[in-house]
C-alpha cells in the first residue's frame, strides 16, 4: 500500500507564498497521474492543481489559476505545490493524491495545515 505524506503548511499573511511537498511511498509514483486537493471546515474535499504522469500535462481550478504551480519530481516520488499570492479563501487542510480515470486511488495521507490570515 502506498503511503503518502504532505508537509510544508503553515500560517501565512495574505499575499504570501508556501510551497508543499507530498512524498509516496512504493515504485509506482511515476505511473500515475497527482493531484493536490484541499478540504476547508464544513467542506467537501476538491481539486485544487492536477499533473499527468510526464509533468507535461496539469489542471488547476479556476480560482487558483496563475497563482499555484504543480510539480513532481518522480526521481523522488514527491509532487509540489507552489502557491503564491495566497487568499483567506486558500484556508484549508491540503491532500495530494493519485488519480486514475478520475478517481483517488491511494489511503489519504494526513495532510498539510494551510492557514492564510487576512
Known amino acids: 500500500q502506498v503511503q503518502l505524506a504532505e508537509s510544508g503548511g503553515g500560517l501565512v499573511q495574505a499575499g504570501g507564498s508556501l510551497r508543499l511537498s507530498c512524498a509516496a511511498s512504493g515504485r509506482t509514483f511515476s505511473s500515475y497521474d497527482m493531484g493536490w486537493f484541499r478540504q476547508a471546515p464544513g467542506k467537501e474535499r476538491d481539486l485544487v492543481a492536477a499533473i499527468s504522469r510526464s509533468g507535461e500535462s496539469t489542471y488547476y481550478k479556476n480560482s487558483v489559476k496563475g497563482r499555484f504551480i504543480i510539480s513532481r519530481d518522480n526521481i523522488r516520488n514527491t509532487v509540489y505545490l507552489q502557491m503564491n499570492s495566497l487568499e483567506p479563501e486558500d484556508t484549508a487542510a491540503y491532500y495530494c493524491?493519485?488519480?486514475?480515470?478520475?478517481?483517488?486511488?491511494?489511503?489519504w495521507g494526513q495532510g498539510t495545515q494551510v492557514t492564510v490570515s487576512s
Open positions: 493524491n493519485a488519480i486514475v480515470n478520475g478517481a483517488t486511488i491511494h489511503n
